[in-house]
C-alpha cells in the first residue's frame, strides 16, 4: 500500500484532490480502491527552504516521498513518480518541472498493515503495463453500437518494434487486441455491480459478469477482422476502439482457442449486443 506525503508551504488543495490523486495511483496499479494513502502537509515559513517557495508567483509546488514495497522495480516506481508529477502539476497549476517526488522503499517486517507486519505476501506486486502501439484513424467518439463497419489502423511504436515483429499476422483473418480504455475517468470506475448501459430493464450484474469499459483495470478486448498488414501498421475492421487508444497486445485468433461446446449467455446481453456490431 503506497503511502504518499506531500509537503508545500501551502494549504492543503482539499480532500477531494487527495482523493482524486490516490485513486489514480490505485487505478495505475492494478490495486483496490482505498489502497493509497495521500497526506498534506503544509510547512511553516521558517521549517524549510526551498528557492521557488519563496517567490509566491512561482506556484510553489510541493516536494513528496512515495513509501513502496522493496520489491517494486525500478520501472514501477519510475511510472508512479510520473504519474503523480503530471496529475499534481494538472491539479495545483504549478509546472511539472518543478514539483520534486522521491521513492522510499519498504521492506518486508518494516510496514505495518492492518495490525500486522507487512511479510512480502498480503497483496500482489503492482503490474505495469507498457503500449505497444497506437490506434490511428476509425472513430474518434466513444459510442455503444455500429462497430462492425468501422476500420482502423494500430501503429506499434516504432521506438520499441520493427515490422518483422508483425511477420506473419497476414496469415490470419482475424486479430485480438488488448487495449486500454484511457478515456475512462479514475472516478467513474466500478468494482461492484451496476445494470449495464444504467438500463433499468436489465438486471444488476457484477462488474466482471459484462464487458462494460468502467471496469477495475479498464482492459479492453476486442476481436476484429485482419484487412492488411503494411509494415508497423495493422489495417483492421470491427475493432471498438476509438482513435488514440493505447494498444498493450495483439494476439492472432485460432479457431483452437473458441469455445469447447456451446455457449449459454443472458437474455439481456444477447439485448445488449444486437446493434453492437
Known sequence: MPVIELHSPEPSPGSEVLQRLSAAVTSHLSMPAGQCWVLWRQVDEGEAYRPEWADRSSGR??????????????????AV??????????ELSVPEQEVYLT????????????????????????????PIGTVVG???????????KERAVIRLDAAT????????????SHVEVVYHFDRVK????????????????WPLVGIFAQRGKNRPNRIGVSRCRIVKVDGLDVHVEGLDAVAGTPVLDLKPYMTEFAP????VQPAWSTEIMRAYY
Not at 509546488?61 to 519510475?78: L, M, Y
Not at 518494434?161 to 490470419?172: I, R, T, V
Not at 469447447?260 to 455457449?263: E, K, M, N, S
Open 61 to 78: 509546488a510541493p516536494i513528496g516521498f512515495v513509501t513502496c514495497k522493496e520489491s517494486w522495480s525500478r520501472e514501477q516506481v519510475g
Open 81 to 90: 513518480l510520473r504519474l503523480l508529477a503530471g496529475l499534481l502539476a494538472t
Open 103 to 130: 521513492a522510499r522503499r519498504a521492506a518486508p517486517g518494516e510496514l505495518l498493515v492492518r495490525g500486522g507486519l507487512w511479510d512480502g505476501e498480503q497483496t500482489p506486486a503492482p503490474v505495469v503495463a507498457q
Open 138 to 148: 476509425g472513430r474518434r467518439e466513444v459510442a455503444d453500437d455500429d462497430w462492425g
Open 161 to 172: 518494434y520493427g515490422p518483422e515483429a508483425l511477420f506473419g499476422l497476414d496469415s490470419f
Open 186 to 201: 479514475v472516478e467513474k470506475i466500478e468494482t461492484g455491480a451496476r445494470q449495464p448501459r444504467g438500463n433499468k430493464d
Open 260 to 263: 469447447r461446446g456451446g455457449t
